[in-house]
């Protein structure tokens, strides 16, 4: 199957971060040419009057929650906590699938092509990922077995996961600790012992929060990335969730072990946790950094546009400088180096040839988009907010969405289930 996605103003965020006037040809699963493309395709998608950009990087979420969307809002962390667990110790197997379908459903029409997760029964969520065509890095929850609700030991669950769903196109399992607070030094190095085994990724939480950093230096001694660092945890091939609450030492130690980190901006503002994630000297460290949503418990939505612009005006308020964090990074976050801290930069993050077919058109014939230009784009791309233009959505070299219809499964039935399944998990949870 190949497809040209023909005159379109090409984002390419190649080395150079190139913006071309011309074509992408997509053969397979893979990007053949970027430019100017003498092909006869079997499918040609007119991209005039379009940006055609890299597909957006999730780099944190718990897709299956969007089921779980605006439960608790407005309300004390403390709060915020125990009715989010409240809830999800309600769901089934069925909640997780069409929770994940209806997350997926959202990613695809706002520009998402890939995300990273952490939760349970990733099994099920696997399989509405392959209906819907995303690609996806699943994270099997893993914690001392003592505090789980899973059946049998959640490292023996993790890793019949990933060996259950090897060589899957879409799916890339993952190994996800899900934090110090939970784990314990057994359990955290049994984690990373099977990622490196498997060649996973190591997906978890880190420093999310102020109690949650004091809390554990009380318990301990150190602050949790120290401790992780001294128990030989700390490597890469990691990727840690949030980082907000970390001295210029710990900054230089995840630097150091080639951690990666996923700042999820909207989550930790609305829950108030506190803190700014300290991205400046992450930057200056060298630590590469992507962005999430987190879940849709805490952010109520998976739009990584207005990540991309959370992300900047928080840093930028916070520091009291306009510079801080412009709009070329904050791209750059959610696609290259999104695709860095997955361990995929040879495949993900960019148009260029050989890359993966990873594709969005977004129709910029629209009042909010108008007026687009070479010199303005990333910038309109980052600041206005332009989820509502994506038209077309490309993974792997198939069409998931076009002209703005979801073209691999039955939308309004998934909506119709999705919707249905919440009501019935509230009246569980009462």
């Given at each position: 199957m190949s497809i040209l996605v023909k005159g379109g103003l090409v984002v390419t965020q190649n080395w150079k971060r190139e913006v071309l006037k011309g074509d992408v040809l997509v053969e397979g699963d893979r990007i053949t040419?970027?430019?100017?493309?003498?092909?006869?395709?079997?499918?040609?998608?007119?991209?005039?009057?379009?940006?055609?950009?890299?597909?957006?990087?999730?780099?944190?979420?718990?897709?299956?929650?969007?089921?779980?969307?605006?439960?608790?809002?407005?309300v004390?962390?403390?709060?915020?906590?125990?009715?989010?667990?409240?809830?999800?110790?309600?769901?089934?197997?069925?909640?997780?699938?069409?929770?994940?379908?209806?997350?997926?459903?959202?990613?695809?029409?706002?520009?998402?092509t890939t995300f990273a997760d952490i939760y349970y029964a990733q099994d099920a969520i696997a399989k509405s990922v392959e209906q819907v065509g995303l690609r996806a890095y699943l994270g099997w929850v893993v914690l001392d077995e003592q505090l789980t609700t899973q059946k049998g030991k959640p490292i023996k669950n993790c890793e019949n996961f990933i060996k259950s769903h090897a060589d899957r196109p879409l799916i890339r399992p993952v190994v996800a600790p899900q934090g110090v607070y939970v784990c314990s030094d057994e359990?955290?190095?049994?984690?990373?012992?099977?990622?490196?085994?498997?060649?996973?990724?190591?997906?978890?939480?880190?420093?999310?929060?102020?109690?949650?950093?004091?809390?554990?230096?009380?318990?301990?001694?150190?602050?949790?990335?120290?401790?992780?660092?001294?128990?030989?945890?700390?490597?890469?091939?990691?990727?840690?969730?949030?980082?907000?609450?970390?001295?210029?030492?710990?900054?230089?130690?995840?630097?150091?072990?080639?951690?990666?980190?996923?700042?999820?901006?909207?989550?930790?503002?609305?829950?108030?946790?506190?803190?700014?994630?300290?991205l400046p000297e992450m930057f200056a460290e060298g630590v590469p950094v992507s962005l999430g949503t987190d879940g849709c418990s805490s952010n109520n939505g998976l739009d990584m546009f207005l990540e991309m612009k959370f992300a900047s005006l928080l840093h930028k308020a916070h520091r009291w400088?306009?510079?801080?964090?412009?709009?070329?990074?904050?791209?750059?976050?959610?696609?290259?180096?999104?695709?860095?801290?997955?361990?995929?930069?040879?495949?993900?993050?960019?148009?260029?040839?050989?890359?993966?077919?990873?594709?969005?058109?977004?129709?910029?014939?629209?009042?909010?988009?108008?007026?687009?230009?070479p010199d303005n784009v990333v910038a309109n791309l980052v600041y206005a907010g332009p989820s509502q233009a994506v038209r077309d959505t490309i993974v792997n070299g198939k069409v998931v969405l076009r002209n703005r219809k979801i073209a691999t499964v039955d939308e309004a039935d998934v909506l119709a289930k999705a919707d249905a399944a919440a009501h019935a998990l509230l009246q569980r949870a009462k």
């Amino acid at each position: 199957m190949s497809i040209l996605v023909k005159g379109g103003l090409v984002v390419t965020q190649n080395w150079k971060r190139e913006v071309l006037k011309g074509d992408v040809l997509v053969e397979g699963d893979r990007i053949t040419a970027v430019g100017h493309a003498k092909a006869r395709p079997d499918e040609v998608v007119d991209a005039t009057g379009c940006v055609v950009m890299p597909g957006l990087i999730n780099c944190h979420t718990h897709v299956a929650m969007a089921l779980m969307r605006s439960v608790v809002d407005d309300v004390k962390l403390e709060r915020f906590l125990e009715r989010t667990f409240a809830i999800d110790a309600k769901r089934t197997p069925e909640d997780v699938g069409i929770g994940a379908m209806l997350g997926c459903l959202e990613m695809a029409r706002s520009g998402t092509t890939t995300f990273a997760d952490i939760y349970y029964a990733q099994d099920a969520i696997a399989k509405s990922v392959e209906q819907v065509g995303l690609r996806a890095y699943l994270g099997w929850v893993v914690l001392d077995e003592q505090l789980t609700t899973q059946k049998g030991k959640p490292i023996k669950n993790c890793e019949n996961f990933i060996k259950s769903h090897a060589d899957r196109p879409l799916i890339r399992p993952v190994v996800a600790p899900q934090g110090v607070y939970v784990c314990s030094d057994e359990t955290l190095l049994e984690a990373k012992e099977l990622a490196e085994r498997e060649k996973a990724l190591c997906h978890y939480h880190i420093s999310e929060t102020r109690y949650e950093v004091y809390e554990f230096q009380r318990k301990k001694g150190r602050r949790p990335v120290e401790h992780l660092a001294e128990i030989g945890f700390l490597g890469k091939g990691q990727l840690g969730a949030h980082g907000v609450w970390l001295t210029i030492n710990e900054v230089r130690a995840l630097a150091k072990a080639g951690v990666g980190v996923a700042h999820c901006p909207t989550s930790n503002m609305k829950l108030a946790s506190g803190g700014v994630a300290p991205l400046p000297e992450m930057f200056a460290e060298g630590v590469p950094v992507s962005l999430g949503t987190d879940g849709c418990s805490s952010n109520n939505g998976l739009d990584m546009f207005l990540e991309m612009k959370f992300a900047s005006l928080l840093h930028k308020a916070h520091r009291w400088d306009s510079e801080v964090l412009p709009a070329q990074k904050c791209l750059d976050m959610a696609t290259i180096d999104a695709a860095r801290c997955l361990g995929a930069e040879k495949d993900l993050g960019s148009i260029e040839p050989g890359k993966k077919a990873d594709l969005v058109v977004l129709d910029c014939r629209l009042p909010a988009m108008v007026p687009m230009r070479p010199d303005n784009v990333v910038a309109n791309l980052v600041y206005a907010g332009p989820s509502q233009a994506v038209r077309d959505t490309i993974v792997n070299g198939k069409v998931v969405l076009r002209n703005r219809k979801i073209a691999t499964v039955d939308e309004a039935d998934v909506l119709a289930k999705a919707d249905a399944a919440a009501h019935a998990l509230l009246q569980r949870a009462k």
